[in-house]
């Protein structure tokens, strides 16, 4: 579903599932990073400097390096844990900006270089983020793919990534809200965004977010919906796989819970750093040094307690990152799926 498209129908139908947040809210916070999604946007708006790219002096285009470097630095260093969960980059290959195999092996490199884990899910990205959220392993889903929540992701997390030159606030949708103040089952959801437009399937001419909300209300499920629909009216795509779309949501190609890696934070690596940035993709020596002694400062904050960790998040559960449960007073803290598509980078089948 069209992001624009579905947030105006949360904030019209469903504002209870979605607050503004402040990035300094995330401290201690372990975010799941759907990085291929994140490495076209940082092409586009960090890549583009009036009509020329971010290059190296060999001339090629580092923009992708430039962001993720950058914005992962700002994440650990405002005390949260990123884990790169990565997707193949089919979905953004044939795009004006072309993000290629290259450029995501490059970030890989990266962020493994920062100490930041990462994750090669066997098929979506969005789907194994989702997966890591459900299971507690992570707080939420740092994405701009509203389809996160078509997978069920308990907390999705909009421009976290963002370049602060953006200046969008931080917005996060709690999936269990959006469901229950839509007043549908979570099937009844998925109809709901395939009806609207998914990665699947095309979109039915003439529906938009609003009329799909009130069809599957209506009719109950996008089955209904379709025999009901006037096709002279209504251009319907041919083929539409709804029900293989449906069952890609529903039942998703995911890692099980014991093949999930440890997901371990280590100390950047300056000196491997300093050799790929600044060597060999032409990066300012005296910045990069900057970014990672900041983040090595920030390592003492990762031992002070959130102001919120004496309480159980709404919504939460007592799991990993989602947060302790309540302490008492005076008490110490303590179609064919996409082959290829990886959560924050996925390998290819």
């Known amino acids: 579903m069209g992001i624009q498209g579905l947030?105006?129908?949360?904030?019209?139908?469903?504002?209870?599932?979605?607050?503004?947040?402040?990035l300094e809210n995330y401290f201690g916070r372990k975010i799941a990073v759907d990085a291929s999604m994140h490495i076209y946007a940082f092409?586009?708006?960090?890549?583009?400097?009036?009509?020329?790219?971010?290059?190296?002096e060999a001339g090629n285009?580092?923009?992708?390096?430039?962001?993720?470097?950058?914005?992962?630095?700002?994440?650990?260093?405002?005390?949260?844990?990123?884990?790169?969960?990565?997707?193949?980059?089919?979905?953004?290959?044939?795009?004006?900006?072309?993000?290629?195999r290259e450029h995501n092996a490059e970030c890989r490199r990266l962020l493994q270089l920062l100490g930041v884990p990462i994750i090669d899910a066997p098929s979506e990205a969005e789907a194994q983020c989702a997966s890591l959220c459900k299971q507690g392993l992570v707080y939420g889903i740092a994405t701009e793919d509203?389809?996160?929540?078509?997978?069920?992701?308990?907390?999705?997390?909009?421009?976290?990534?963002?370049?602060?030159?953006?200046?969008?606030?931080?917005?996060?949708?709690?999936?269990?809200?959006?469901?229950?103040?839509?007043?549908?089952?979570r099937?009844?959801?998925?109809?709901?965004?395939?009806?609207?437009?998914?990665?699947?399937?095309?979109?039915?001419?003439?529906?938009?977010?609003?009329?799909?909300?009130?069809?599957?209300?209506?009719h109950g499920s996008l089955d209904a919906v379709l025999d009901s629909l006037d096709?002279?009216?209504?251009?319907?795509?041919?083929?539409?796989?709804?029900?293989?779309?449906?069952?890609?949501?529903q039942k998703p190609e995911v890692l099980a819970p014991e093949d999930v890696p440890p997901l371990k934070w280590t100390n950047p690596d300056l000196d491997g750093l300093l050799e790929f940035l600044v060597k060999e993709k032409s990066f300012n020596e005296e910045r990069v040094r900057s970014a990672v002694q900041r983040?090595?400062?920030?390592?003492?904050?990762?031992?002070?307690?959130?102001?919120?960790?004496?309480?159980q998040p709404l919504?939460?559960?007592?799991?990993?990152?989602?947060?302790?449960?309540?302490?008492?007073?005076g008490a110490k803290a303590g179609p064919e799926p996409k082959k290829g598509k990886l959560g924050a980078i996925g390998k290819k089948k």
Do not use: W
Request: proline share 6%.
């Open 61 to 100: 285009v580092t923009s992708h390096l430039q962001g993720m470097f950058f914005r992962t630095v700002k994440m650990l260093e405002s005390g949260m844990k990123p884990t790169g969960t990565k997707e193949d980059i089919e979905k953004y290959s044939k795009r004006t900006v072309r993000v290629t």
């Open 7 to 22: 947030t105006k129908l949360l904030a019209d139908n469903a504002p209870g599932c979605m607050r503004e947040q402040k």
């Open 146 to 185: 509203m389809d996160a929540l078509t997978f069920g992701t308990p907390r999705l997390i909009r421009h976290l990534m963002s370049p602060a030159s953006t200046k969008q606030p931080v917005m996060e949708f709690e999936y269990d809200k959006v469901v229950e103040e839509l007043k549908l089952t």
């Open 295 to 311: 983040v090595i400062n920030s390592k003492g904050k990762s031992t002070q307690g959130r102001l919120d960790s004496f309480f």
């Open 43 to 56: 092409m586009v708006v960090v890549g583009r400097m009036g009509d020329q790219t971010l290059t190296d």
């Open 231 to 249: 096709p002279d009216k209504y251009k319907i795509p041919s083929p539409f796989p709804f029900k293989e779309a449906r069952e890609l949501f």
């Open 187 to 218: 099937d009844q959801f998925i109809d709901l965004c395939i009806l609207c437009g998914c990665d699947y399937t095309e979109k039915i001419g003439g529906i938009g977010p609003f009329r799909a909300l009130q069809l599957i209300t209506k």
């Open 315 to 329: 919504g939460g559960s007592a799991k990993a990152d989602s947060g302790p449960a309540k302490r008492k007073a």
